[in-house]
């Protein structure tokens, strides 16, 4: 069984761009979370998505947003780019909503902002 | 919302020796407590959880405790080897139905010393 894929695994971005990462959770799984690992910042909680609806969103500013499909995947979208947006982003799926339960890592998209 | 403090950011042993990584959280509502490994360029994955009707839990080297009273979870590895040479992160999410998801700590990057 395949687990989390995220899509690209790296990209770099001129400061200002927009950037759209993709991920695909696990089958069966409808919860999808995003967090960001800057660099000695550990893992940041930005968004959770369940059954297509925005659940919680972090202490991030509205430029980060999201959606999920009806087939679950999930995209992160960044808007007007900042140098310290660089990082690498992560997404993770779960069988059961809202925790409680293991979730499951994909192998992140490492984002670079010049 | 859900804040989880852990500590040490770094701990060195020797091979052999134990290691213990600390965690305290903020919401008494908390009841699910995992950790997470991430090895250099890799994805975290869990490794042990806890719920907060155990008071402790072993898998082979690894154990983990919970104090609820005082709300602080340690991670204890014994007979340390180089492979568990990683950043580990502490989590605390409520259960099914949770609004937060997994809130993580900050992370502790332990070093195998042979």
């Known amino acids: 069984e395949a687990g989390v894929t995220q899509s690209p695994t790296h990209l770099i971005k001129t400061r200002g761009q927009q950037v759209t990462l993709r991920c695909s959770p696990i089958?069966?799984?409808?919860?999808v979370y995003w967090y960001q690992q800057a660099l000695g910042l550990g893992l940041q909680f930005l968004l959770w998505?369940?059954?297509?609806?925005?659940?919680n969103r972090g202490n991030f500013p509205p430029r980060f947003s999201g959606r999920q499909f009806p087939n679950y995947s999930s995209e992160l979208n960044v808007n007007a780019l900042e140098l310290e947006d660089s990082a690498l982003y992560l997404c993770?799926?779960?069988?059961?909503?809202?925790?409680?339960?293991?979730?499951?890592f994909g192998q992140g998209t490492r984002l670079t902002v010049v | 919302g859900e804040n989880v403090e852990q500590h040490p950011s770094t701990l060195s042993v020797q091979e052999g020796d134990s290691a213990v990584i600390k965690c305290t959280y903020s919401?008494?509502?908390?009841?699910?407590f995992p950790w997470y490994k991430q090895e250099l360029g890799k994805r975290p994955q869990l490794i042990i959880d806890?719920?907060?009707?155990?008071g402790e839990k072993k898998d082979q080297r690894i154990a983990v405790t919970l104090n609820k009273t005082a709300k602080h979870f340690s991670l204890h590895i014994t007979e340390t080897q180089p492979e568990d040479s990683a950043v580990y992160f502490c989590?605390?999410?409520?259960?099914?139905?949770?609004?937060?998801?997994?809130?993580f700590g900050k992370g502790t990057h332990l070093i195998i010393q042979p």
């Open positions: 089958s069966g799984h409808t919860s």
């Open positions: 806890i719920r907060s009707n155990v």
């Open positions: 993770a799926s779960s069988l059961v909503p809202g925790g409680g339960t293991e979730a499951f």
């Open positions: 919401d008494s509502a908390s009841n699910y």
């Open positions: 998505y369940d059954e297509g609806e925005e659940r």
């Open positions: 989590a605390a999410s409520k259960e099914v139905g949770g609004a937060d998801g997994l809130t």
